[in-house]
């Protein structure tokens, strides 16, 4: 099946203001050199610390951060050397559901006009096909009629993402990015969404880069799971195999991390593995795997030579020394 996406070598680097009237400007390395390739109707988790590059990595896939190297390739046209009319009409095709509802809505505009307004800007359809198409996916949300000349105020956090949600479908989207689409929301409401989002992907065939640090929320929704740590990806895997049999010593502290009623009650549960010390600073990577300082597997090699990104098995790990959580 031919990708919908495909992201090869992609970098973003930030330039920082000098810390000397004669230094040199230290530069941010918040995303090195990483790939993925999505298909359509599936969902693909990044996952990770704060920090670790995630939401760059996202924002750069479709240009609303400036990558600094790659290709971002989306039905075999790369995104990164579009000029802006190009671009703005791939815009269609690639939508983008925003963390906070709270912020992301106009608050001096009727939630009709706030759903129509991509339509608006790409000139899709007549006037009277827009609102058409406002009031069946309003409707398709969960949301009625009778609503649509509120303003957001007057509506839940909850219904607030459910008309981000159908904002973000009127073009008729390939692609969707959740940035932390439900963390704001409390847990009740953040099921009742990610229900409607698994019910969007397969009705509409959508294809999900799904940002969170949740992992319980990524488990429901997303199909394969990518973990990034300090701008690299260092684990890839479909949903099953990376929560079931994790290899990377990282993605095995983040999954005992989290917190697991039943996993508690079993019984042979096994204290989470606990990961000490913090992340390197991205302005000064280390030379080698940027976890070996964290990780109870380092070696030398580790130190010195950063593991490739390798497939063994159904997952692709970078690790020298990948395997289970047993080999600890």
């Known amino acids: 099946m031919t990708n919908l996406l495909d992201v090869r070598d992609l970098s973003v680097q930030f330039t ?8 040199p400007r230290p530069v941010l390395e918040a995303v090195r050199k990483i790939s993925f390739s999505m298909q359509r109707g599936r969902a693909l988790g990044i996952v990770g610390e ?16 400036e990558a600094s190297g790659g290709q971002v390739l989306f ?7 579009l000029g802006a009319e190009d671009m703005r009409m791939r815009r269609r095709d690639v939508q983008l559901i925003f963390q906070d509802p709270y912020s992301s809505l106009n608050p001096r505009a009727r939630v009709s006009d706030i759903v129509r307004e991509p339509m608006d800007l790409l000139q899709i359809g007549t006037m009277a096909e827009r609102r058409e198409r ?7 949300v969960g949301l009625r009629e009778d609503q649509l000349n509120l303003f957001p105020h007057q509506f839940s956090g909850g219904q607030r993402q459910r008309i981000s949600i159908a904002r973000a479908l009127t073009t008729n989207p390939k692609l969707l990015v959740c940035d932390e689409a439900v963390s704001a929301l409390d847990v009740a409401i953040q099921a009742q969404i990610l229900n409607l989002l698994a019910e969007l992907k397969e009705e509409f065939q959508l294809a999900y880069l799904f940002i969170s640090h949740d992992l319980g929320v990524v488990r429901h929704v997303c199909d394969d799971v990518a973990v990034m740590y300090l701008g690299k990806i260092v684990e890839m895997a479909p949903r099953a195999a990376l929560f079931e049999a994790p290899q990377h010593p990282y993605t095995q502290a983040l999954i005992s991390a989290a917190p697991s009623l039943e996993r508690r009650k079993s019984r042979g549960y096994v204290r989470p593995l606990k990961v000490s010390g913090d ?45 289970p959580i047993d080999n600890l």
């Open 16 to 23: 920082l203001p000098k810390q000397g009237f004669f230094g």
């Open 50 to 65: 704060s920090g670790s590059g995630k939401t760059t990595a996202a924002m750069a896939t479709i240009r609303l951060t």
């Open 75 to 81: 039905e075999g046209e790369d995104l990164l050397t």
């Open 134 to 140: 406002v009031v069946e996916l309003f409707t398709r």
């Open 279 to 323: 992340p390197p600073s991205p302005i000064n990577p280390p030379k080698g795997c940027a976890f070996a300082e964290r990780c109870p597997r380092a070696q030398a090699i580790c130190r010195d030579t950063p593991p490739e990104l390798e497939q063994q098995g159904g997952t692709r790990v970078a690790c020298h020394f990948a395997g």
